[in-house]
């Protein structure tokens, strides 16, 4: 699979401020996605980010909240704004090859106080 | 809406023993059924994928065993070690937007 690195790992930020989460990969992929992982919960999806097109966001999941770019084949950024204390997760950049296996980078620990 | 059911929550077993992780799912469309296991402050990592051609893989000591008619799979650990102390996850997804509905997790403890 394609090394995926992620940048920050982690961060402590204050409320109200928005914090950008990039994600790099290091061959070109076809789909990149974005999860979230609340504190000892399992892996939601927020949106598939779609290389030179606005991103699919999930149910529960807004641009003006998560706004994506992805553009080109290997690189990908998430933007949490407007942030509180709810959105206190970790945010993971994940990437698929045609087989349908999914691989993860190993997250951005973000903590909003 | 398309679920995902895992138990048990958490699991705990002996150096040498079996762990069995149960899911269940919903959507008959599912075609892709991965387990990802989970170390403390890292990413999910794909351990093992089944497809419903077939009712059991085993990569070495890990199975998944496959039931299609009752919608359920299974992983099991043969021999399990300390260090598979993890949180495994079971998924599932189905058609070409290869979107994983993930499992709630289980929190996997093996004592020595």
């Known amino acids: 699979s394609a090394v995926i690195s992620q940048k920050p790992s982690r961060d402590i930020c204050q409320r109200g401020t928005s914090l950008t989460i990039q994600c790099q990969v290091d061959?070109?992929?076809?789909?990149m996605f974005w999860y979230r992982q609340q504190p000892g919960q399992s892996l939601t999806l927020i949106a598939t980010?779609?290389?030179?097109?606005?991103?699919?966001?999930e149910s529960g999941f807004v641009i003006d909240k998560f706004p994506i770019s992805r553009p080109n084949l290997t690189f990908s950024t998430l933007t949490v704004s407007n942030m509180s204390p709810e959105d206190s997760s970790i945010y993971l950049c994940?990437?698929?090859?045609?087989?349908?296996?999914?691989?993860f980078g190993e997250g951005s620990r973000l903590t909003v106080l | 809406q398309q679920q995902v059911k895992q138990s048990p929550q958490s699991l705990i077993v002996q150096k040498g023993g079996i762990s069995i992780i149960n899911c269940a799912y919903e959507?008959?469309?599912?075609?892709?059924f991965p387990w990802y296991q989970q170390f403390p402050g890292k990413g999910p990592a794909l351990l093992i994928a089944?497809?419903?051609?077939?009712s059991e893989k085993k990569e070495g000591r890990f199975t998944i065993s496959f039931n299609k008619s009752a919608k359920q799979f299974s992983l099991h650990i043969m021999d399990s070690q300390p260090g598979d102390s993890a949180t495994y996850f079971c998924?599932?997804?189905?058609?070409?937007?290869?979107?994983?509905?993930f499992g709630k997790g289980t929190l996997l403890t093996v004592n020595p």
């Open positions: 994940s990437h698929t090859r045609a087989g349908g296996e999914l691989f």
């Open positions: 061959s070109q992929v076809t789909m």
């Open positions: 980010a779609n290389q030179g097109s606005e991103a699919t966001y």
């Open positions: 959507n008959t469309a599912f075609d892709y």
């Open positions: 089944i497809r419903p051609d077939v």
């Open positions: 998924a599932a997804t189905g058609g070409s937007n290869y979107k994983l509905t």
